[in-house]
Nanobody
């Protein structure tokens, strides 16, 4: 059974940082494209960043230069380092694993507010 478990969300002030983690099980982690998506209230889910099996990354324009996605294949974990957070980054963040099928985590709330 595939499981993606996110952690690291919370409340942070504007300009602050958070690091999200997603621990995967039940998949061959190293071959999967791993991604982070987010969904704000009343909005569609959108891609934040993804990283392929070779380590190549892609980011949404809104987070370029502030967020960094990385993966540790030995730990079956993908990370999202988020710096200089803004109120518009407030959303539920979801981990995604994609190869022959797509799998989703349950999400973790990130709230950026003073």
């Amino acid at each position: 059974q595939v499981q993606l478990v996110e952690s690291g969300g919370g409340l942070v002030q504007p300009g602050g940082s958070l690091r999200l983690s997603c621990a995967a099980s039940g998949i061959i982690f190293s071959i999967h494209i791993m991604g982070w998506y987010r969904q704000a209230p009343g909005k569609q889910r959108e891609l934040v960043a993804h990283i392929n099996s070779g380590g190549s990354t892609n980011y949404a324009d809104s987070v370029k230069g502030r967020f960094t996605i990385s993966r540790d294949n030995a730990k079956n974990t993908v990370y999202l380092q988020m710096n200089n957070l803004k109120p518009e980054d407030t959303a539920v963040y979801y981990c995604n694993a994609r190869w022959s099928a797509a799998h989703w985590g349950q999400g973790t709330q990130v709230t950026v507010s003073s």
